[in-house]
């Protein structure tokens, strides 16, 4: 039994865990990094066609995003996740593909004029979609057998809609071992979702520490502070432009705006517009809608009772094409425009700040967390000036940060999550910025009396001794994020070495074939 700390290693994005236990291999979670690459991860031990399955704690890109690249370079097992998670990964994944290829051809478009070499994207929407068919979904609370020697169970995080923490027990000769993930633990009194469920047991804890070393601020009343952000940009004449995740925040902003505007907390702009604008958070607002049953809180569920939808209300505008897209930025009203990506890193928010952070009279507004070397936290940081799409922009606009709705949990909601669970043997902290985890950890150590590590990427863990087979973690040094085209390109060669691996078989005629094949291939590029 064998677990390697692959991504999310001092690092908040990557997610990424690969166990080998009872004769298989797998992972916990496959993430995309975003930002900047502080630190480099080590590949994953074997190439995507021998792993046997997928373990998905919640559809957060950060957590999934790989997912279409490992099914592209072999990968035919099930992705295991609650059935919220897979309805969310249908489009999420597909969104993602869109944005990679959008994006490639994008900077192949102005490459070629330069004389740049073209790149291709990380993964296709045909990866995406093969993806999508791996996904078996589960119910929270039942404990299922995933392989002989191997059960999982899902409870609720309380983090996304379908969010998980998983507990995994193993039992191999005679040895049984059980490792609960925690996933993304979620904030308490967090509109429409559940409060995260507790676990009690377990012999291995791996957990997050987002907001390791920090307390939510939360405003007493977070509708009427939204209000007061709304009011004083319309009173100015501008706009509100708020980056959010098209899942989970977006719709719990809808929620907030529903209650503003039913109370009539904003004075003197009529029914104010509201733009959603985000393909993918459209979607994801109707398969909220459609877990409702089985994810929303009691709160919300008084709404649905009554024949109410708790996230839409008038006013609300839903925009899909591009041209109604680009429509929003030609209307002088004051308005709210709510678009994605979160942390600005990619995606049509991007086009609002370019026609908005430059106006004295708007206001961008963030409501989540910006990771380290994003352009959202750049502007929570104070930046003058931002680069978007080739041309500088003066910050003019106001920049607001309303805390409060944060999916994670604080110092405090980490503390009561690994509390719960009795005398484990050892807690691994990853998930948070290299310092954030670093103090999460010796804040566990210190304060709780727990055996707890921060590993660095690479980490191997013996799951029957408890010890770690490489003792000193090496810290991997920090260097630049290597191009998607190349990152394509060294998924090609391990599983070309795989096929290489298992031709042993074959007769010498096909060996013989496959060789000059190869070496045709190597004379093409030695050119």
Known sequence: MKTTFIGAAHEVTGSCTYIEACGKRFLVDFGMEQGFDSFENEQIPTSPGKIDF???????????????????????????????????????????????????????????????????????MEDAEGAAKRFVPHKYGEICEISEGIKVRFSDAGHLLGSASIEIWLEENGVSRKIVFSGDIGNTDQPLI???????????VVMESTYGTRYHDRPTDYAAALAEIIQTA??????????????????????????????????????????????????????????????????AMKFVSQGKNPITFSGLHLTTTSDESRAINFDSAP??????????????????????????????????????????????????KVRLFGEEITVKAEIKILPGISGHADLGGLDRWISHIKEPDKVFVVHGEDAVSEAFTRHLREDFGLDAYCPYSGAELDMVTGEFVNAEPKLIVKKPKP?????????????????????????????????????????KWEQ
């Open 483 to 523: 191009s998607t085209a190349y990152q394509r390109l060294s998924a090609a060669l391990e599983r070309l070495s795989a096929v290489v691996q298992s031709s042993k078989g074959l007769t010498n005629k096909e060996l013989g074939k496959m060789t000059d094949t190869i070496n045709n291939l190597c004379s």
């Open 234 to 299: 319309f009173d100015r004449g501008g706009n509100v432009v708020i980056p959010a995740f098209a899942v989970g925040r977006t719709q719990e902003l809808l929620y907030f705006i529903r209650h503003i505007k039913d109370e009539g907390l904003v004075k003197g702009h009529g029914d104010f517009p509201v733009y959603v604008d985000s393909p993918l958070a459209i979607e994801a607002t109707g398969i909220f809608n459609k877990n409702k049953d089985s994810c929303f809180d009691e709160e």
């Open 335 to 384: 308005k709210v425009i709510i678009s994605a990506s979160g942390m600005c890193e990619a995606g049509r928010i991007k086009h609002h700040l370019k026609h908005n952070l430059w106006r004295k009279e708007c206001t961008v507004l963030f409501v989540g967390y910006q990771a380290a070397n994003t352009l959202g936290r750049s502007l929570c940081e104070g930046a003058s």
């Open 54 to 124: 997928v373990l998905l704690t919640h559809a957060h890109i950060d957590h999934s995003g790989l997912l279409p690249l490992l099914y592209a370079g072999g990968f035919s097992g099930g992705i295991h996740c609650t059935e919220a998670s897979c309805n969310l990964c249908g489009i999420m994944l597909r969104d993602s593909a869109h944005i990679q290829e959008f994006e490639a051809e994008w900077r192949n478009r102005k490459g070629r004029r330069k004389g740049q070499e073209e790149i291709e994207p990380l993964y296709t």
């Open 194 to 204: 559940r409060d995260p469920q507790y676990l009690d047991s377990a012999d291995y």
